[in-house]
């Protein structure tokens, strides 16, 4: 029986559990079950590791195509148990055609995958609602975060439904709006004097002292990361059962990047879709680009940035995670990481709007003007299927784009109307 | 003394200590003599000589990587902080 309220994340009885436990991804050891993400052996990350033999068996398309469009639709290759019967209604976003912009861009065939709808306006809900799921089961009670804005508002409207408290740490220069956003949905907001990769560093420091506090992009980072995946899985089957070409996506920690990857590989290996060689393109602010500058410079280290200097604060990672694993997969594809100026991520904040409708902040700028650089570097074709991942909301990042000194007030006259239109040029 | 913080995933390592202290005059002096006196955290933490890049260490607030690396001095007041990378490293 299906319940097809779309909030309603209760999936049909033909779900049984894929997952299959924790392990380093470095040297494989496996992890004992908990809120864990180093290797006891080896200090690597860890992992969730899937039965996908099993999960073969049991997924199909129409299996999929019976469940409600949200986040749990692929529950078996999500780190938990059982789908919880509430929550956000997060996920399953548009995957909207661009024909206009990929007219400016070069390309016949682009699309948007539109993540800038999801209940706290960005992807994290998606990677926040397993984080919350898990953290209730290990007896949590509070949910924390290190975030550079999109996190934070994603943690606290979630702890929210799950009855939780939050607690968000951010650089104490973030944008007000996000701020605001966050501690509006009920976070207390602990402003950290440092860039974004100092607030991390204190959160690794504060899961030893802070008992029952689940900081979700640090002890429980192996379930956590794992739903970005879905942005993938979603993508897979909104365009019929098949990978793109090419998939754009911003790099902060390189996490989203490295897991859409991954996301289109395990639809392969559970036989949802054929294995194809999509090529993966990443995009970073160039006033923070440690990945970018180590493919440019084809070298096998990343520096990190000690003082990101960019618009683009969703990405001012200065020490990103899967920085390593992103300049892999970028070189193992034929894709490759931009360089974006933040003058030219302001231009394609507005061509997106302008030409599709759609508003994103500033990553999502990036993004857009990574894709344009990977045209003009040959790396993407003009008949290439593109798919183009926006992140984010750009009533986020307003302050970015908004320019000039305020408007000035219009007399209530049709003369001072008439006026102001030949002005701009709209009569 | 210096003193270096160790993280719950190694505390096995040192009889559960948070909290160690050890001479040196820099980072790596720090380091190597706390695997002199804990061989099984060298094991952990280093490859060929080379700390691990799965490692961090902050000297108080700063990442070494953005001061002098294990040559970075230390101070009698400061704390040396090993914190896991999270995931790849920087090499």
């Given amino acids: 029986m299906t319940i097809v309220a779309p909030n309603a994340p209760t999936i049909t009885p033909s779900f049984v559990p894929g997952f299959a436990g924790l392990r380093c991804a470095a040297c494989g050891t496996p992890a004992p079950h908990g809120p864990r993400f180093v290797c006891d052996r080896c200090f690597g990350p860890l992992e969730a590791t899937y039965d996908y033999a099993g999960i073969a068996e049991s997924l199909s398309h129409e299996t999929i195509a019976e469940r409600p469009r949200a986040l749990w639709r692929y529950a078996e290759l999500l780190p938990i148990e059982e789908p919880p019967a509430d929550g956000l ?44 799921d898990r953290a209730r089961q290990f007896g949590f009670h509070t949910l924390a975060c290190a975030s550079t804005g999109n996190l934070a508002a994603s943690v606290a409207a979630t702890a929210a439904v799950n009855g939780m408290r939050a607690v968000v740490l951010v650089p104490a220069d973030l944008e007000p709006a996000k701020i605001a956003q966050a501690e509006a949905l009920g976070a207390r907001v602990a402003r950290i004097d440092g860039p974004y990769d100092v607030v991390n560093r204190l ?5 030893d002292d802070f008992d029952g506090w689940a900081v979700v992009n640090v002890n429980l980072r192996p379930f956590y990361s794992e739903g970005s995946k879905t942005v993938a899985f979603e993508i897979a089957e909104q365009l019929n059962w098949q990978a793109p070409d090419v998939v754009i996506a911003p790099i902060a920690s390189g996490s989203l990047y490295t897991k859409l990857r991954r996301g289109f590989d395990e639809f392969a290996s559970v036989g949802l879709i054929e294995a194809s060689p999509t090529r993966y393109v990443g995009g970073q602010p160039a006033g923070c680009a440690p990945v970018a500058t180590a493919f440019a410079t084809d070298s096998d280290t990343i520096n990190p940035v000690s003082r990101p200097d960019t618009i683009v604060r969703s990405l001012a990672i200065g020490s990103p995670a899967d920085g390593l694993r992103s300049l892999a997969l970028a070189r193992a594809t034929g894709g490759s990481i931009e360089a974006v100026e933040d003058v030219d991520t ?7 709007a302008e030409t599709e409708g759609i508003l994103t902040e500033t990553a999502g700028g990036v993004t857009i003007a990574a894709l344009r650089s990977a045209v003009e570097r040959g790396v993407v074709g003009t008949d290439d299927e593109v798919v183009a991942v926006i992140t984010g909301n750009g009533l986020k990042t307003l302050d970015a784009i908004v320019d000039g000194p305020a408007r000035d007030v219009i007399e209530p006259s049709l003369d001072a109307f008439a006026a102001w239109a030949a002005h701009e040029g709209v009569s | 003394m210096i003193k270096v913080r160790i993280p719950p995933v190694l ?3 040192v009889d559960g200590a948070r909290q160690l202290e050890v001479e040196g005059a820099t980072v790596g002096e720090a380091l190597d003599a706390l695997f002199a006196r804990f061989p099984v955290l060298r094991e952990r933490l280093t490859t060929d000589g080379q700390l691990s890049a799965f490692v961090n260490v902050y000297v108080n607030a700063d990442d070494v990587r953005h001061r002098e690396g294990l040559a970075t001095a230390l101070g009698a007041t400061d704390t040396v902080i090993l914190l896991p990378a999270m995931a790849g490293g920087s090499r």
């Fill in chain 1, 89 to 132: 209604a997060v996920g399953y976003s548009p995957l909207v055609s661009a024909p206009r912009l990929a007219v400016r861009l070069g390309l016949r065939h682009l699309w948007i995958k539109d993540d800038s709808r999801n209940p706290t306006l960005s992807f994290k809900d998606r990677n926040v609602a397993i984080a919350a």
């Fill in chain 1, 203 to 207: 959160c690794l420091e504060l899961t």
């Fill in chain 1, 346 to 352: 302001i231009a394609a904040i507005r061509l997106l």
């Fill in chain 2, 11 to 13: 505390r096995d390592v």
